[in-house]
DNA sequence: GAAAGTTCCTGAATCGATTCAGGCTGATTT
DNA sequence: AAATCAGCCTGAATCGATTCAGGAACTTTC
């Protein structure tokens, strides 16, 4: 057909074009200061008129390290991870470090079969945002050399670093802002109870109710993943109800939820966001803003901590004897309409 | 902590175990049916309890094929991308193959640092929706036994195989729909014009104005990219002129543009969407539908999109002297209150 | 019973980049 | 002039999985 080597040149056909021996053009790729300036010359010419590439496969093979890193996501639909992950690869450019990307879909099996994956491919690092609890499986890369960060979660018996967000602190704030608006019956939509995050924002919702100097109730919504859909049949679910027992304000999960909810219950006009119930999400994803009524929403710096993640991963590869450390970020409250009339 | 070996087991060690030699084991790993049952058990054995994984680097090395595929994609904030995204994923798993992720955001120069990734990685493939032209990057590649699929773009010569939606034809849909609807002063918002989709979209649109048989105007509004933000920026844009000279439709190159132009237009209630002013996007994003005022859009099946790329490209992969097709998928006109009050 | 097959297994060679002990050259020191 | 040293280079050994020519043990065929 057209030009090209069919057969990708290696560092040997590189020396031997060169005329020097391959120590050399290895050197010349890893460390040119210890090579005469002559040589460096002779060895890039070389690589350009050859179009050599690297095998990273080889390189790795002989105890280098690899330039890939795993990361693991809940739900790569959810635009707050989409960030998360947008910032890993920013910090990741700096170092040149591509991403394999495995999404779970909040799935034990698909985790699993990721972090084998990741395993064989003998990756530098694996980056987290898990499930279930998954210390076990973690322990056993790190005794394979491969370092992991949770993301998104907070490592609770500090065995490994993480990156997080406040999530109880979270709930309690965004639960608080609800009280300070004036509802008093509060549902908390969000599940599955095993993610963890959940669990926590509603902890933080219960320490907000407990706290007001006024009773409030607290009821939970329980839900199956936290999508759109789930949170519009949560919502129609609540349509279904006599109407004096409906809630005055809901806490979703997150955003998704939450705008599921909306959409649900807005529709035809069936009820008014936010005069007779309130909605507050949590992430404040690009969309909260553009909703129908737009959304407030507890904020998380998503750029920041796949950055955040992705750089202490890299120290700690580097230095395996290292200490994990545990990042945790602050929310910050984003009122918007469907909370304050 | 428990068992596991701080230095990860090789073939060698398991073979030994087991009291076989490494050919064995390889044969074990990979055509079991050469094996005596006998054989194959106490391999078996022996990788459970060593916790042996498969070492992908050496497995590459010896003419071995990656079970990498790289993925190239233009936006990957945009829910569109992450679907199709997911639909590849989602076809990977059921192959073994895990995805290489490498997010462009409309850069030529991160477009090339991916490819030359992927190259290093020598990856079974590259799925990529390509900002400009790539094609001699692409030939390269080739050359290097790495397979190629151009996604959510036809290959103009034909020299790749594709995966896409009709683009011109979705443009001249959605011009056809604001036609239909009584609308005449049409702007077309979408940018830069290198990325072969808006082209083909404004084609289109212009393909359903003269068709039309009353005068319709074509109007554009170029964008410097295809995010929300921009969309707000050219919607605050429109905002400034005399009223006498807004258009009376718009048609965004893609839905993030979309719903920032119903963002920036019904604050403060400065237009009434959809009476004074409609709005289509393009590819109907999951946001769509929860936007403020719900967004008509041209759907694209974009999973589908994704899954069957990956296919393609496996069956290129595993046969390099198959012949290029393109795949084209049909858009769907999906109508909703933005342009039909 | 010899020849010809089967079935299953062995172990050395291989892939390509890296590393490192050792060597050569010319400059500097004693 | 010998000894020392710096600078630069060489090339064999190495990593781990795969492949394949060769061979052992056992059956079947004539």
Redesign the interface.
Known sequence: M?????V?ASIRDVAQRAGVSVGTVSNVLNRPDEVSADSVDRVNRAIEEL?Y??????R??RGGV???VGFVVLD??N?FY??V??GA?DEG?RH?I??????TDEDHA?EK??L???????VRGVLIAPYGDITARL??LR???IAAVLVDRFSGDGRFSSVSVDSVRGGRMAVEHLIDTGRRRIAFVGGPFDIRQVNDRLAGARVAAENANTPVEIEVIATRAMT?EEGAAAGARILTRPRRDWPDALFAANDLLA??L??SLIVDGRMLVPQEIAIIGFDDI??A??????LSSMRQPSRMIGRTALRILLEEAADPESIARQTVFQPELIVRRSTSG
Chains 1, 2 share one sequence.
């Open positions: 057209k030009g090209g080597a069919p990708p179009g590439v690297r095998n990273d496969a080889a790795k093979l690899s330039s890939t790569g639909q635009p989409t960030d992950v947008r690869e450019t040149n591509a991403i394999l990307y495995g999404n698909r079969v990721y084998d994956l990741f395993e064989e491919q003998q322990q056993r005794a394979r050399g759109v705008l599921g909306l959409q690009p969309f803003a553009a909703a129908a009524v737009p």
